[in-house]
């Protein structure tokens, strides 16, 4: 390489004798192994100031500091210096102001001396893939050639960056019990950084970090990598996962597959499956028909899809309104729409009415309507046996659906006849008390009840929706289907033949009893609908009471909807229905459901209960003390801390195993293709779809990393603690904890942070080491008690 700098004096000590390696050895080469030292103060420099944190352990840490900079500048290794070289080499070329990131990584991406390494981490072709993405984003102009390399000899300087890098990687190297810098070394630095290079390569490349990291540590011919991949590899078999994550060439494959599957697979439309069944029915009552059909509850999954497209086909932003009425008549609940004149709500009614079976009854109630209008007039030949009984055929009492239209504005004699009718399904006719084949009743109203005395009946709707206007985005749409004829807007009136009515109250009976025996609903998730309901009682403004039938209610019609749609089981996102429930004077109340549901689901069970919520901290913290034991050294008895190390490693495996199954499957539902994840999350809406897509699955994702890391940290220990070699046991031990000494010991961690709320959230008030001394107890630890002055780790 052309120099300018030829003058330079041939003798730079260690570092020079190092530069003399690399061929040929020119004076670029002697001034760059001068800036060696330079980069030496520099980085001692930084361990200095990140040394400086208040807090226990500082001072140690500045002890250990001042050995590490007497360590031999000769640490670096050959293949590092070429690596090195080339890097420099590469900026200059590429005319980048400094020595990078970027330039490291490519020079270990193309020098042969790191051909072993490139193998491990980059296999066959990727290696040339990674190549060009890091060579694009080291050139300058905008064809993306290459601009002339630089004509000065001097060295580059490296950048911030780079010498972070080199600074984790000197701490690699030292976790290893190595006493050589290893381009190895290097690259597990640069992947320590999220917002590195390395790691954005990775990324692009589609490929899996903790993939490429094991990888790497198996070039390095140490106990410790051994150790550490020993460990990880037993974490990866926790909760079924028994192989690790695809690499990149898999991946691709992976996905080539998945398109040319799409391509040939199109799954069928719900009412093109779904209309046969009913037209093979005979000519009998439709309730006896639909009895047939509804066998299954596949079937009454897919006359349920062909409902939904008979109910919403020609109106536009009413499918939530339409799942809710789908829900209430499967569920045998009432609904209940708020909401301006003009919004559809009649329709809406009418629709449900023409999909299910049975006889439908419609009134206007206003404070003038008379009792007779609703229940039916006095049988004049009762009136001769001087009986005051009631013809209730036609009328609600006789009714297997029901829409009354501004309910609230009816008068006392109705209201009160219908409370026994809303729940009890009876009716008081005379002298007598006859049952009511009342299936759902749809009531609607332009304001919410102000009387105290309506709350009774209010509370009986548990479905309440406040039905917008058609939004102004969709006005457009709305107003192609008004153009369209009345019949076919009005389809579900005229083309729904009695013998093909999809659902009748003999498929809502079916299914609440299936749903009774066959669908279980988690104590976790009960946990979280009994802490909604305080929170909206105690904290909400204003309150909202939840009253005891209204909450029993909700959770047997979760369990219903998630039968309805082939779920054994109810997930945490069948709870966002409770938007829909548990609101009670305004209906900006639902939005705070949903809020308080996003920020907990796929979290755990509620506050003071033993769960995962309370039981990974706990685990974390009784950790963190037996490091800290180990560290100090009194815990020499390596039986104990074994025993120990398992006791807290069972249930953390349950609770990893458990994060990832959850994780998988809510994952398979949000991003899932196929009918079956399709039809489960139906009652959801696109909006909700989202939205848990956007929160939830970071938030699963987080957890399973979360719980997978201490695993991890727990089954290191444990594998070291195995080594029969004293000396290779000291070695790993010391490497381990160097490895998290840093972060234990950061005062302003958010770990820390939230290990320190579970101790002042517990309900043993004597503080911090009685908390942690009972939690070593239930997890049944023999290292008990926290030395004076350790804190938590």
């Not at 109203?445 to 406040?466: G, H, K, T």
């Not at 458990?658 to 899932?672: D, W, Y």
């Not at 196929?674 to 039809?679: F, N, Q």
Request: with cysteine.
């Amino acid at each position: 390489e052309p120099s300018s700098s030829s003058s330079a004096s041939p003798t730079v000590g260690t570092f020079a004798a190092a530069a003399t390696i690399l061929a040929p050895a020119s004076a670029s080469a002697v001034a760059w192994a001068q800036q060696l030292p330079e980069v030496r103060t520099r980085l001692d420099a930084m361990r200095r100031r990140n040394s400086r944190i208040p807090g226990a352990g500082a001072a140690d840490r500045d002890a250990d500091e001042q050995a590490n900079r007497k360590i031999d500048p000769n640490i670096y290794s050959h293949s590092l210096l070429e690596v090195i070289k080339q890097a420099d080499v590469q900026a200059k070329r590429m005319r980048q102001p400094g020595l990078n990131t970027e330039s490291l990584l490519l020079s270990m991406l193309t020098t042969p001396k790191t051909a072993a390494l490139r193998q491990a981490a980059f296999p066959g072709d990727v290696a040339t893939y990674a190549k060009a993405i890091v060579e694009g984003r080291l050139r300058t102009d905008e064809e993306g050639s290459y601009r002339p390399a630089s004509s000065s000899g001097a060295p580059l300087r490296f950048t911030p960056m780079a010498e972070r890098a080199l600074l984790e990687a000197e701490d690699e190297m030292r976790r290893f019990g190595q006493d050589v810098l290893e381009p190895a070394h290097l690259l597990l630095g640069m992947l320590q950084d999220p917002r590195g290079e390395a790691c954005l390569l990775i990324t692009e490349l589609k490929a899996d970090l903790e993939t490429v990291r094991r990888s790497v540590l198996g070039t390095l011919p140490t106990v410790l990598a051994k150790v550490r991949l020993a460990a990880a590899e037993s974490v990866d078999k926790v909760g079924g996962q028994a192989s690790p994550p695809l690499s990149f060439s898999q991946r691709v494959a992976r996905d080539a597959a998945a398109c040319l599957q799409e391509d040939v697979n199109v799954a069928p439309t719900p009412s093109s499956s779904s209309t046969s069944s009913p037209k093979k029915a005979s000519n009998k009552s439709s309730s006896s028909a639909s009895a047939k059909g509804s066998s299954s509850t596949m079937s009454i999954s897919s006359r349920l899809l062909d409902s939904y497209q008979l109910v919403t086909k020609g109106l536009v932003e009413r499918s939530v309104e339409s799942k809710l009425l789908l829900l209430a008549a499967l569920g045998g609940e009432h609904v209940f729409f708020l909401g301006p004149p003009g919004t559809a709500k009649s329709l809406l009614a009418r629709r449900i009415a023409s999909v299910c079976c049975g006889s439908f009854f419609e009134r206007l109630l206003t404070r003038f309507t008379v009792p007779e209008e609703v229940f039916g007039p006095l049988s004049l030949k009762a009136l001769e046996q001087d009986e005051l009984r009631r013809k209730v055929e036609g009328f609600l009492p006789s009714a297997d659906v029901a829409f009354l239209d501004e309910v609230f504005k009816a008068n006392s004699s109705i209201l009160n006849a219908l409370l026994s009718i809303l729940n009890e399904r009876v009716f008081d006719n005379g002298g007598s008390r006859i049952d009511v084949p009342l299936w759902c009743v749809v009531a609607a109203s332009n304001e919410l009840p102000e009387s105290e005395e309506l709350d009774a009946l209010y509370d009986r709707f548990l479905l309440r929706r406040a039905v917008p206007r058609v939004s102004d985005a969709a006005v457009p749409d709305f107003l192609r289907a008004a153009l369209r004829s009345e019949a076919e807007v009005e389809v579900a009136e005229s083309s729904v033949a009695p013998d093909s009515v999809p659902l009748s109250a003999s498929d809502s009976e079916a299914l609440r009893a299936k749903a009774a025996q066959h669908v279980t609903f988690p104590e976790r998730l009960l946990l979280l609908v009994a802490e909604l309901r305080t929170f909206l009682r105690d904290e909400a403004e204003p309150p909202v009471l939840v009253s005891d039938r209204r909450i029993a209610k909700a959770v047997r019609l979760l369990r219903v909807a998630a039968c309805a749609v082939g779920g054994d089981e109810v997930m945490d996102l069948d709870l966002l229905l409770l938007q829909h429930v548990f609101w009670d004077k305004d209906p900006s109340q639902a939005a705070l459901v949903r809020d308080w549901l996003f920020d907990r689901l796929v979290g755990g069970p509620a506050r003071g209960q033993r769960s995962e919520v309370e039981e990974v901290p706990q685990i974390q913290l009784l950790f963190g003390s037996i490091k800290k034991l180990l560290k100090r050294g009194l815990l020499k008895n390596v039986d104990v801390a074994q025993k120990d190390l398992r006791s807290l490693m069972e249930p953390m495996q349950e609770q990893l195993s458990i994060r990832r199954a959850r994780a998988a499957a809510l994952k398979t539902l949000l991003t899932g293709t196929d009918v079956k994840s399709r039809l489960r999350i139906f009652w959801l809406e696109p909006s909700d779809l989202q939205e848990a897509t956007d929160r939830l699955l970071p938030s699963a994702t987080a957890a399973v990393a979360e719980a997978a890391a201490l695993l991890t940290g727990m089954t290191e220990f444990s594998e070291a603690l195995k080594l029969p070699d004293a000396a290779d046991r000291k070695m790993c031990l010391q490497g381990l904890l160097d490895k998290t000494s840093a972060d234990d010991e950061d005062p302003d961690s958010s770990r820390r942070q939230r290990l320190q709320s579970v101790i002042a959230d517990s309900a043993n008030p004597s503080g911090e080491k009685d908390s942690i001394n009972k939690w070593a107890e239930n997890f049944k630890l023999s290292s008990r008690g926290i030395p004076p002055g350790m804190g938590v780790m």
